[in-house]
């Protein structure tokens, strides 16, 4: 089994900063790529960021020169360094893995429960 858990989140004000981290846990070969979603009630989950193995990282235009995606590969973590915050990063973050299993050659896909980051003064 692999599990996939996101922390870190929490309030934080306008202008402020959070760091979410996501866990990936269990029988893993190599995981893919880890990818950080966020949705909000009554909107369609949509990607934040994401990081391969190679270490590529894509940002959405809405987050781009504020947040940051990290990984440290001896952990199968994955950050979200969130800067610069605006209300509207208001969300459930989830976190996505593409993890290859042991004894496996191909790839599947897990997600994390999500964690609340609220932005509010």
């Known amino acids: 089994q692999v599990h996939v858990v996101e922390s870190g989140g929490g309030l934080a004000q306008p202008g402020g900063s959070l760091r979410l981290s996501c866990v990936a846990s269990?029988?893993?070969?190599?995981?893919?790529?880890m990818e950080w979603y966020r949705q909000t009630p009554g909107k369609q989950r949509e990607s934040v960021a994401f990081?391969?193995?190679?270490?590529?990282?894509n940002y959405a235009d809405s987050v781009k020169g504020r947040f940051t995606i990290s990984r440290d590969y001896a952990k199968n973590t994955v950050y979200l360094q969130m800067n610069s915050l605006k209300p509207e990063d208001t969300a459930v973050y989830y976190c996505?893995?593409?993890?290859?299993?042991?004894?496996?050659?191909?790839?599947?896909?897990?997600w994390g429960q999500g964690t609340q980051v609220t932005v509010s003064s």
């Open positions: 269990g029988s893993i070969s190599n995981i893919d790529r």
């Open positions: 996505y893995a593409v993890v290859r299993r042991l004894g496996t050659v191909y790839a599947d896909d897990y």
């Open positions: 990081i391969t193995t190679g270490g590529i990282t």
